[in-house]
């Protein structure tokens, strides 16, 4: 066995016998002569000119312009609202990123190949050759120069001409986006003027014509869910006010303080109605207000059989005696009332006292319409009540407003008055207390267990059975036993101010109203006064956004590649000889020892290719008679003998193989 000795080869290939100089194609062989032509200098012609070829020339020169299309089309829909071609383009772009690299790495790749061919024909360095063909992918585009030690002025634009690959993709997909368009104007609401909106009490009406609507609203306030109870918004979309005294700590340089965006203490679970407002436009407005603001103090369990009476109030309830004038009026039963302090003749017109009675412990056995006297203790505490006015800031999302700022303001001059008004604190407490007392048995009522802190349900736990008993008040802390009473006076007071409006059917035409000149519509069965509220409103519509930056990058990368193509394609049919570079089939084309052996074969290589692929080979030495010195090259075999050829790793012997003579297998 001859040995083969290199720095790269060392290991022993199978010898075979060198063909003749003047060896031909086997008469098996299926390639015929073709007609060369030659021009008037005798420059051999090949044409390129057939369907497929143009037909793909000019797909992939024209594919780059969609690309243009696409950025041409965002920009025509910049500013433009929401449509179905907009929705179509955006489709396309998402699809960028995936399209743009691969019609790039078609058309750069096919431009490289022909402008190797083209200098390989005029004569070129190898290194140059090289780095075309071998920078046909963006990875080869910068191993072939780190191969090749070549970081020339072709490499470094090689390089950078793969890199509009991503930079291309990218631009395309971030063409357009979605943005919204902000339209500002001005509108007047109706807001129902609370300083100037006599209660129904002060007018005698809730015994009478609206007491039924004040207390179905105070119900509906009360056993709402938990998350309409906690929200800026009432059951009706009536805005909530929030208490200034709680949020005074730190105030702006206008005096506002700022509402939290959850947890606010809320005066009231009923809010202020306001007509005017519009789905699909924001609105922000200021809205003047007044509300009860309250302090107990001195909370007290006292036996019921004690002269607890006497102690705490004056006439009529002078003694023990009159307890039943207290609990009971006609057949009402109650098991809390809201009664006068005795010092209420220090009359004080900014303050009212009053106290809190509420029987406590269990019940005895003998019902409440035969004994008077069937509690054990009462629960009671002195409160103060006074008045505050504010200014709140309310920012609204269509028909979902919130107030965001609120500050103490002076009295109006025509306010109308309030609870501190001692006739209208009668027919007012006496009216509360009512609504869910029972003619018969021995429970707390719903205000109770709301203002114990079953704030979620009062039904829940309102019992029905004579036997269930009272609530201990004195389980309750007295900040939040106070903070609760104060939203059960609030809401019940501001469901006398405005019942026929507090349901939603407030309308717009009130705020037309305003417009013309009036102040006061018809609110049930008596006028309701309206207030003025200028809101600055915006409507905001979604549009599309075409990026200036990223739509010059498209259509740089684009044009670019459209340039390429052109150029691959002119390089393409400038090229006079077949196609040698890029096929295994150019390297093999002329070697005697492979059945492709043609003499004055000017056949493309791609058809050449195409013909001779089912021919099999395999790499040998083909130099016998020198023993020092072999010769490497590829020669054909037979089919039947592939399985025999077995090329190992370079650092093995190759297989021993018998001597084949080369063999067409078409």
């Not at 009522?445 to 203002?451: C, D, F, G, Q, R």
């Not at 019942?499 to 309308?507: D, E, F, K, Y």
Request: hydrophobic share 40%; charged share 20%; net charge neutral.
């Amino acid at each position: 066995m001859d040995t083969y000795d290199d720095h790269t080869w060392k290991q022993n290939i199978p010898r075979r016998k060198p063909l003749p100089s003047q060896s031909k194609p086997t008469t098996k062989s299926v390639y015929k002569q073709v007609p060369i032509s030659e021009d008037q200098d005798g420059h051999i012609l090949h044409t390129h000119l057939n369907l497929l070829d143009v037909t793909a020339d000019v797909v992939l020169c024209l594919t780059p312009l969609s690309f243009v299309i696409l950025a041409g089309l965002a920009l025509s829909l910049d500013g433009k609202p929401l449509s179905a071609v907009g929705q179509n383009v955006q489709a396309w772009a998402l699809l960028s990123p995936t399209i743009f690299p691969l019609v790039f790495a078609a058309v750069v790749g096919r431009t490289l190949n022909f402008f190797a061919r083209l200098r390989l024909e005029q004569g070129s360095s190898l290194g140059v050759l090289e780095q075309l063909v071998g920078s046909q992918t963006v990875f080869g585009a910068f191993w072939v120069q780190v191969v090749l030690r070549s970081f020339n002025a072709l490499g470094v634009f090689l390089i950078l001409l793969w890199f509009i690959s991503p930079l291309g993709g990218q631009a395309s997909l971030r063409l357009i986006t979605r943005d919204k368009k902000v339209s500002t104007g001005s509108r007047t609401l109706a807001c129902v003027n609370s300083t100037g909106t006599t209660s129904s009490f002060a007018q005698a009406f809730a015994q009478t014509l609206t007491g039924s609507a004040i207390n179905a609203l105070y119900i509906g306030c009360l056993v709402a869910p938990l998350a309409i109870k906690d929200s800026a918004q009432d059951t009706w979309g009536n805005i909530k006010i929030p208490r200034f005294e709680t949020y005074n700590q730190t105030l702006d340089d206008q005096g506002y303080a700022t509402v939290p965006e959850e947890g606010v203490d809320w005066i009231s679970l009923l809010g202020q109605p306001v007509a005017g407002l519009e789905s699909g436009f924001d609105s922000n407005f200021t809205m003047r207000t007044w509300y009860h603001d309250l302090e107990c103090f001195d909370p007290a369990k006292v036996p019921a059989s004690s002269d607890w009476i006497s102690d705490n109030f004056g006439e009529p309830f002078a003694s023990q005696t009159n307890a039943s004038t207290i609990w009971r009026n006609g057949r009402d039963y109650s098991s809390w009332r809201l009664v006068p302090s005795k010092d209420l003749e220090a009359y004080d017109p900014d303050k009212l006292k009053f106290i809190w009675l509420s029987k406590s412990g269990p019940t005895n056995s003998v019902s409440d319409a035969t004994i008077e006297l069937n509690y054990n203790e009462v629960f009671l505490t002195q409160c103060s009540m006074t008045v505050t006015h504010v200014e709140v800031r309310m920012v609204c999302r269509g028909l979902s407003c919130k107030p965001t700022k609120i500050r103490s303001v002076p009295p109006p001059i025509d306010w109308a008055g309030s609870l501190l008004n001692t006739g209208e604190w009668n027919y007012f407490s006496d009216n509360l207390f009512r609504i869910d007392t029972r003619s018969a048995g021995a429970t707390s009522s719903l205000t109770e267990h709301y203002i114990y802190g079953h704030v979620e349900s009062p039904f829940q736990y309102g019992a029905s059975t004579a036997t269930a008993g009272y609530l201990d008040m004195t389980n309750v802390l007295l900040p939040d036993f106070t903070r609760r009473l104060r939203t059960v006076l609030n809401t019940y007071f501001i469901a006398s101010l405005a019942p026929g409006a507090s349901t939603g059917t407030m309308s717009s035409a009130n705020a037309t109203r305003i417009l013309d000149g009036e102040n006061r519509i018809q609110g049930g069965f008596y006028e309701l006064g309206l207030m003025a509220a200028a809101a600055t409103i915006s409507s905001s519509t979604d549009i599309y956004r075409c990026s200036k930056t990223f739509f010059a990058l498209a259509i740089v990368s684009s044009t670019i590649l459209f340039i390429t193509g052109v150029a691959g394609v002119v390089a393409k049919y400038c090229c006079r000889g077949p196609d040698m570079l890029g096929y295994i089939t150019s390297i093999v084309r002329h070697n005697p020892y492979t059945c492709l052996h043609v003499h004055n074969n000017t056949r493309d290589i791609s058809e050449l290719a195409r013909q001779s692929k089912g021919i099999f080979l395999r790499l040998e030495d083909v130099e016998e008679e020198v023993a020092d010195m072999g010769h490497i090259t590829m020669s054909s075999l037979r089919k039947t003998s592939i399985r025999r050829a077995s090329i190992q790793k370079p650092d093995r012997n190759w297989r021993q193989l018998r001597n084949i003579e080369p063999q067409s297998v078409l």
